[in-house]
């Protein structure tokens, strides 16, 4: 059996855990952090210290994953929505491999999602175009076509009405703005809608901690594209993340 760490970090909570990557399912309970006030780079790499500290399964050969909310290009930050903007342009990979003292893998939230959802979840053995989003402090969005990653889609931030639609229809909207699973289906019915018009995606699938109330709010939405919650639940960062570690030892710094 092969297992790695994946940790994902997002603007509310850094998790992590011990993967499996033969099944993608968890050899450890999720260890859990705040995502430190602020995000700024320092405090979250700190965090992210001290939360792969906790892993006593850790040695050396252990691949280790990390996904973030940012486009990811080359190992470089180039976004940054719901955390400083300090991040813009950094050399993230670098800063986190050299604080753990090992290579890791490094990638943006949503699509490490979309990852673990195409390798063991909803989206597994499913052909063409399937849009993987994430609802949660932000929206995160990942294109899977046939199985395969085209990566850093932010389609979060499509505007409708001149408006950044993630900032009043991701989760973190819902709960600033204490709106109704009816209210907030309105929103999300008017998202999905242009993205079907846009891209006619075979399959939508949805994730972020608020996809164990999908039947809430998913049978409220009608489109003509299948819509299904992420079948990893919240755990699809983790395991992304961890999938595509394997292998992140031999080019470690
Ligand atoms: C960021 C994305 C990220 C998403 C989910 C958005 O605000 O721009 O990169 O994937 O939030 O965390």
Not at 50 to 71: H, M, R, Y
Not at 93 to 115: C, M, S, T, W, Y
Not at 171 to 177: Q, V
Not at 232 to 244: D, E, K, Q, V
């Amino acid at each position: 059996m092969t297992s790695a760490i994946g940790i994902d970090i997002g603007g509310t909570g850094i998790k992590a855990a011990l993967v499996d990557l033969d099944t993608g399912s968890l050899l450890s309970d999720r260890h859990k952090v705040p995502t430190p006030e602020g995000g700024e780079p320092d405090d979250v790499v700190k965090a992210v210290v001290g939360l792969v500290s906790e892993f006593e399964e850790l040695d050396e050969e252990t691949p280790v994953g990390v996904c973030f909310p940012a486009v990811v290009r080359g190992g470089r930050t180039m976004s940054a929505a719901n955390v400083s903007d300090a991040w813009i342009g950094l050399e993230a990979e670098q800063l986190f491999e050299k604080a753990l003292g090992r290579g890791i893998h490094f990638i943006n939230d949503a699509d490490a999602a979309g990852v673990a959802e195409a390798r063991y979840g909803a989206a597994k053995d499913v052909p063409g175009l399937v849009i993987m989003t994430t609802l949660g402090t932000g929206i995160g969005t990942a294109l899977i076509n046939d199985g395969r990653l085209v990566p850093n889609a932010e389609l979060g931030h499509l505007e409708i009405d001149g408006v950044d639609w993630e900032t009043v229809a991701s989760n973190g909207a819902r709960e600033r703005a204490s709106l109704s699973w009816t209210e907030w289906a309105g929103r999300l019915q008017r998202y999905y809608e242009r993205l079907e018009a846009y891209l006619s995606p075979e399959l939508f699938v949805v994730g972020g901690g608020v996809s164990k109330q999908h039947e809430d709010f998913l049978p409220l939405l009608e489109l003509d594209t299948r819509i299904v919650p992420a079948a990893l639940r919240n755990n699809s960062g983790i395991m992304g993340a961890a999938a595509l570690a394997e292998g992140s030892t031999l080019h470690s710094s």
